[in-house]
């Protein structure tokens, strides 16, 4: 095969489009391979591991695009290159049946739309701040889906917007559902009594998408960014969240979702939610809550959703039972399981595109596993990673990371990155279970199942087992049932949340952990 590089100096497109010219020139013919990325040390190593790393693409800056074809000959890989450039160079279709006036500002969409009352913002970080505050000026409460924007811009923009009673969720609030339209990554959910503000999206999905399952529907769903209950925030965006949630007729139950907040911040959460009558959830993962009138601590993002769910009819006193029967099945499943593992594999490796179902993950593994579990996203710095494209001993790694979506589109959008990461961890004779999310809706692939189904099949003939759970519901685009359906023909090992399926890997791996102890006396 012969690889041929080219390299645009200081050269941006959007991810997206970056992800589909690469797909284009993998269907050439004659062509094995392709990457169209950002010349980042993560896509350079990314771009090793493939066999696509020149000299060039090893000289490139994070400034730079480089374009690598691996082919049959010089000729192909050369012509494909040049696809490329003519692929880059194409301006986007207008929409068609779409607004016959485009405004280019956002005072100007404004004036063209006078009954809107929320914004939308998802531009480089260091513009968004700037739109951000013409939006609040504006009145308009704002979804600030862009990242880097700094600490000390976030901070003045939520006092702005607590001052004009209006909402700044972000930055980097991927989700956010208002009376009942989807922003971001969402997924389709009814409408209902459980109110939700979330500082992390893929949680809010998660936890939305178990109580629909249980027929349960949403009232809103606020997303408030991952800073946002940092002391130096003060949980400005939880706080005005849950006291439009506590004020709303339509809201019965509400459920708070996040990492662990500062110790203030909990404190004024805390006695926030306990001057309502209605029942609050409160989903700290891997914190404490302590216990306050009208609260439900929950452990869990499942345990989360069916306290949310039994609030409802004053019976919360089912959740343990129902968990108890759930760990005793994981139990039953989990031994055939690591019984039939070969070759002394006993490694567990996590493949996440949700940040926060990655967490949770790490969270429920750190009480079952006897090994620390390394991350790009770790509980603890002690466990960083010293090479994210790398695994070390129990790994987990977000995908969703910013180290591996600058030049690439999100994992939610783009399998590519995880197909070539299974794909590495199945060369692994070390590894015994693979673990997988895949989180549905809009925004979302369209098949991601289908997309990984090959390379899950190709672990399993290496002999890991795979775990995963799927986010989302019936109605979303791609059918929770279907891509159920396609991870289990693959051979996968479905379970019905994310906790359930880090509670079945861990109990799987701490069991041939427990072996090879035994071996060892």
Same mark, same amino acid.
């Given at each position: 095969?012969?690889?041929?590089?080219?390299?645009?100096?200081? /050269?941006?497109?959007?991810?997206?489009? $970056?992800?589909? +010219?690469?797909?284009e020139?993998?269907?050439?013919?004659?062509?094995?391979?392709?990457?169209?990325?950002?010349?980042? *040390?993560?896509?350079?190593?990314?771009?090793?591991?493939?066999?696509?790393?020149? %000299?060039?693409?090893?000289?490139?800056?994070?400034?730079?695009l480089?374009? +690598?074809?691996?082919?049959?000959?010089? *000729?192909?890989?050369?012509?494909?290159?040049?696809?490329?450039?003519a $692929?880059?160079?194409?301006?986007?279709?207008?929409?068609?049946?779409?607004?016959?006036?485009?405004?280019?500002?956002?005072?100007?969409?404004?004036?063209?739309?006078?009954? %809107?009352?929320?914004?939308?913002?998802?531009?480089?970080?260091?513009?968004?701040?700037?739109?951000a505050?013409?939006?609040l000026?504006?009145?308009?409460?704002?979804?600030?889906?862009?990242?880097?924007?700094?600490?000390?811009?976030?901070i003045?923009?939520?006092?702005?917007?607590?001052?004009?009673?209006?909402?700044?969720?972000?930055?980097?609030?991927?989700?956010?559902?208002?009376?009942?339209?989807?922003?971001?990554?969402?997924?389709?959910?009814?409408?209902?009594?459980?109110?939700?503000?979330?500082?992390?999206?893929?949680?809010?999905?998660?936890?939305?998408?178990?109580?629909?399952?249980?027929?349960?529907?949403?009232?809103?769903?606020?997303?408030t960014?991952?800073r946002?209950?940092?002391?130096?925030?003060?949980?400005?965006?939880?706080?005005?969240g849950?006291?439009?949630?506590?004020?709303?007729? *339509?809201?019965?139950?509400? $459920?708070?979702?996040?990492?662990?907040?500062?110790?203030?911040?909990?404190?004024?959460?805390?006695?926030?939610?306990?001057?309502?009558?209605?029942?609050t959830v409160?989903?700290?993962?891997?914190?404490? +809550?302590?216990?306050?009138?009208?609260?439900?601590?929950?452990?869990? $993002?499942? =345990?989360?959703?069916l306290?949310?769910?039994?609030?409802?009819?004053?019976?919360?006193g089912?959740?343990?039972?129902?968990?108890?029967?759930?760990?005793?099945?994981?139990?039953?499943?989990?031994?055939?399981?690591?019984?039939?593992?070969?070759?002394?594999?006993?490694?567990?490796?996590?493949?996440?595109?949700?940040?926060?179902?990655?967490?949770?993950?790490?969270?429920?593994w750190?009480?079952?596993?006897?090994?620390?579990?390394?991350?790009?996203?770790?509980?603890?710095?002690?466990? !960083?990673?010293?090479?994210?494209?790398?695994?070390?001993?129990?790994?987990?790694?977000d995908?969703?990371?910013?180290?591996?979506?600058?030049?690439?589109?999100?994992?939610?959008?783009?399998?590519?990155?995880?197909?070539?990461?299974?794909? !590495?961890?199945? !060369?692994?004779?070390?590894?015994?279970?693979?673990?997988?999310d895949?989180?549905?809706?809009?925004?979302?692939?369209?098949?991601?199942?289908?997309?990984?189904?090959?390379?899950?099949?190709?672990?399993?003939?290496?002999?890991?087992?795979?775990?995963?759970?799927?986010?989302?519901? /019936?109605?979303?685009?791609?059918?929770?049932?279907?891509?159920?359906?396609?991870?289990?023909?693959?051979?996968? /090992?479905?379970? =019905?949340?994310n906790?359930? %399926?880090?509670?079945?890997?861990?109990?799987?791996?701490?069991?041939?952990?427990?072996?090879?102890?035994?071996?060892?006396?």
């Amino acid at each position: 095969m012969n690889v041929q590089t080219l390299i645009k100096t200081s /050269e941006y497109h959007d991810s997206v489009k $970056l992800m589909l +010219v690469a797909r284009e020139l993998s269907r050439l013919a004659g062509v094995r391979d392709a990457a169209v990325v950002m010349g980042t *040390e993560a896509n350079k190593s990314l771009l090793e591991q493939s066999g696509l790393l020149s %000299a060039q693409a090893q000289a490139a800056t994070p400034n730079d695009l480089v374009l +690598v074809v691996s082919a049959q000959d010089q *000729e192909v890989a050369q012509a494909a290159l040049k696809t490329a450039e003519a $692929l880059l160079a194409r301006r986007a279709e207008p929409a068609s049946g779409g607004l016959d006036f485009r405004p280019r500002t956002l005072r100007s969409a404004v004036k063209a739309q006078p009954e %809107a009352n929320v914004a939308v913002i998802s531009v480089t970080g260091r513009f968004a701040a700037d739109e951000a505050r013409h939006a609040l000026s504006e009145g308009l409460h704002v979804l600030l889906f862009s990242d880097n924007v700094s600490l000390e811009d976030e901070i003045s923009l939520k006092r702005m917007a607590h001052e004009k009673g209006l909402l700044l969720m972000g930055p980097g609030a991927g989700t956010a559902i208002l009376n009942g339209v989807a922003l971001g990554f969402a997924n389709r959910l009814p409408r209902g009594p459980v109110g939700v503000v979330s500082a992390a999206g893929t949680g809010l999905q998660e936890v939305t998408t178990l109580l629909a399952r249980q027929g349960v529907g949403l009232s809103q769903g606020i997303g408030t960014g991952g800073r946002d209950l940092r002391e130096d925030v003060g949980g400005i965006m939880m706080l005005d969240g849950l006291k439009a949630l506590q004020e709303d007729p *339509e809201t019965r139950v509400i $459920l708070l979702v996040s990492k662990p907040p500062a110790a203030s911040v909990t404190t004024r959460i805390l006695e926030q939610a306990s001057t309502s009558k209605k029942p609050t959830v409160v989903c700290f993962l891997g914190g404490k +809550v302590p216990t306050a009138p009208g609260i439900l601590p929950a452990r869990t $993002l499942q =345990e989360a959703a069916l306290l949310a769910a039994t609030a409802l009819t004053g019976e919360t006193g089912k959740v343990q039972e129902i968990l108890d029967r759930q760990m005793q099945d994981l139990q039953a499943r989990s031994q055939p399981l690591a019984e039939a593992m070969r070759g002394g594999r006993t490694r567990l490796r996590g493949l996440f595109s949700g940040g926060t179902l990655a967490y949770e993950a790490q969270v429920i593994w750190r009480d079952l596993l006897a090994e620390p579990v390394f991350s790009n996203a770790p509980l603890d710095a002690v466990h !960083q990673m010293s090479d994210s494209t790398r695994s070390q001993g129990h790994t987990i790694v977000d995908l969703g990371e910013e180290e591996f979506t600058v030049g690439r589109p999100h994992p939610m959008i783009d399998q590519d990155l995880r197909t070539r990461r299974i794909l !590495q961890e199945a !060369q692994d004779s070390e590894v015994a279970v693979l673990v997988l999310d895949l989180v549905l809706g809009h925004g979302a692939h369209p098949d991601p199942a289908g997309e990984l189904s090959e390379a899950i099949r190709k672990a399993r003939e290496a002999g890991i087992a795979v775990v995963a759970s799927v986010t989302g519901t /019936e109605q979303d685009p791609q059918a929770l049932a279907r891509q159920t359906r396609i991870l289990r023909d693959a051979g996968v /090992e479905v379970c =019905e949340s994310n906790a359930a %399926a880090a509670q079945l890997a861990g109990l799987v791996v701490a069991r041939l952990e427990q072996v090879v102890v035994a071996k060892g006396r």
